[in-house]
């Protein structure tokens, strides 16, 4: 998520921006989570549940976001069915080295980092205040990453972090998928934190100053002309993001056929035209300035790859 700039570099309102700009990517980090399924037949039963919001919403495809925020507890979901067969999901989202590719889409993310530590996969996500701040000066996260399940109608992918930047801790996103006919999958991208103090701190200042007006995806009112009024607060900032790593994972699955050097480049602009249908929500940079900064940043990021090999 990028973050608005005054030209005032050692101003608090700065101060407030740069550390929420951390904590409010990390909240939409993949999305956050009122539940994990863990097994195929429970989310069937969601996707049942599911059946009118899935068929009747605001986003005009079979897509339900659901997000909360209890006891310092960030959390929300992402439900949607995918046009792509179960088997190609499982094939192409699973391994680190993938999830990086899916990561690295979102504006603010620098590089993403796949290791093996021991008997352990980690991914070390870095993360930037703002989209045109290099690696160097990015925060990094690292995940341990583990395949939960695996099998002919059900896959589930865990990352798990014991801590973040200003005290936050206890992450865990959970990618879920299940077969839903010949053609298409439903999935479920799920994550929560804990906030410590300073993490609480820095959010409410930034609701009440640069991040007032922005809004998420659920409709929570109406205004007298009949416009929908949108969510805001934590739970505005999670849902756009929540939409933002969504899309990114569509992004990755459409471009899973093409030859491999195509694919980072339709990945790219389908994850842009992606997010442009919810302006209101997600417009943060304009398409020649992202495809450039991405192209610079996967550059960097097989340098990487390739020196760690």
Not at 244 to 272: D, G, M
Request: aromatic share 8%; charged share 25%.
């Amino acid at each position: 998520m990028s973050v608005c700039h005054t030209g005032m570099e050692g101003s608090p309102i700065r101060a407030v921006r740069r550390t929420a700009a951390t904590l409010f990517w990390l909240a939409g980090l993949v999305v956050v989570c009122a539940g994990h399924a863990q097994d195929a037949g429970t989310l069937r039963a969601r996707q049942v549940a599911f059946r009118d919001q899935l068929a009747n919403n605001q986003f005009h495809r079979p897509l339900v976001l659901a997000s909360s925020n209890a006891d310092s507890v960030l959390e929300g979901d992402a439900y949607a069915v995918v046009a792509q067969p179960y088997d190609a999901v499982a094939r192409s989202l699973q391994g680190p080295g993938r999830l990086c590719d899916v990561l690295i889409l979102h504006v603010d993310v620098k590089n993403c980092r796949p290791r093996r530590a021991g008997n352990r996969n980690i991914l070390s996500v870095f993360v930037a205040l703002r989209s045109d701040r290099s690696p160097a000066g990015a925060h990094r996260i690292n995940f341990t990453y583990r395949v939960a399940a695996n099998d002919s109608d059900y896959m589930a992918l865990v990352l798990d972090a014991d801590s973040g930047p200003m005290g936050t801790k206890d992450y865990r996103i959970m990618l879920e998928a299940i077969p839903r006919d010949a053609k298409s999958s439903f999935v479920h991208l799920s994550y929560s934190y804990a906030a410590g103090v300073a993490a609480r701190i820095a959010t409410r200042a930034y609701l009440a100053t640069v991040g007032r007006d922005k809004v998420g995806f659920s409709i929570v009112g109406r205004e007298p002309d009949g416009a929908p009024v949108y969510v805001g607060n934590e739970r505005g900032i999670i849902e756009r993001n929540t939409m933002r790593y969504f899309l990114a994972i569509e992004a990755y699955l459409s471009a899973s056929t093409l030859p491999e050097a195509e694919q980072p480049e339709k990945r790219l602009n389908a994850w842009f035209t992606a997010t442009e249908r919810y302006p209101r929500q997600l417009h943060e940079i304009e398409r020649d300035e992202y495809l450039a900064m991405k192209r610079k940043e996967l550059a960097q990021q097989e340098m990487t790859a390739a020196n760690v090999n």
